[in-house]
Each structure stands twice: as C-alpha cells, then as structure tokens.
C-alpha cells in the first residue's frame, strides 16, 4: 500500500447500535439497552416467567430462572418468539414488575 490509500477498515469504527443488537436476544420486543438503565427483562411485567420455573439448583445453572418468552413480542409480532433469558437488558417497553420472581431458587 501506499502512503496515502489505507485499507478502509482502518477508518471504520462501530457504531451505537451495534452493542445494542450485539446484546439484544432473539424474542427481544426492542432492542436490549433501551430500555431503563440497570434493569432486565426479569423484572418486567412482560417476561412471561412461570413460577416454579427454575433450573436445578445442584445443576449447570445452578438455580437461575429458566428462559422466558416476551409478551410483548408475542403481541406485536403476532407470534411467540424464542425464551430470552432473566439477565437481558430491558428494552424501551419495559414495564416495573412489583413483584418480579427471585433471582435464584429458594432452597427446598
């Protein structure tokens, strides 16, 4: 090359909405990181948790809440979308969960 002609990946640099599709999980009604900050998808009203719907404790999870599905996406898609998982970011139609589900099963 010469001095002057760089290869053009070296100008690119990513853009903000690249994080944000890199983080957001298939069945995401919005992108993950536009919603209100610090907060996930398990405290949402509509992440679609079924009590009782933990993984085994002894297990690979070790306890965690399994996947649930979004409400919201089943609403504006029209269609069930794959189970986004508890530790999402939370996305523009997050709504406060008063009572969202315990982050680790309680012992039996």
């Not at 998808?41 to 009782?52: G, L, N, S």
């Not at 996305?91 to 039996?108: G, I, L, T, V």
Request: with cysteine; proline share 7%; charged share 30%.
């Amino acid at each position: 090359m010469s001095l002057f002609k760089d290869a053009l990946s070296d100008k690119l640099t990513s853009a903000p909405a690249d994080a944000m599709a890199r983080a957001t999980h298939p069945g995401q009604a919005h992108f993950a990181g536009t919603g209100p900050r610090g907060k996930t998808c398990r405290e949402c009203t509509m992440w679609a948790h079924v009590k009782d719907d933990y993984r085994a404790k002894g297990g690979k999870y070790r306890g965690l809440i399994k996947p649930a599905i979004c409400s919201k996406y089943k609403q504006l898609m029209r269609e069930e979308g794959p189970a986004i998982p508890e530790d999402a970011m939370s996305c523009k139609y997050f709504e406060q969960n008063d009572r969202p589900p315990e982050r680790f099963a309680k012992a039996s």
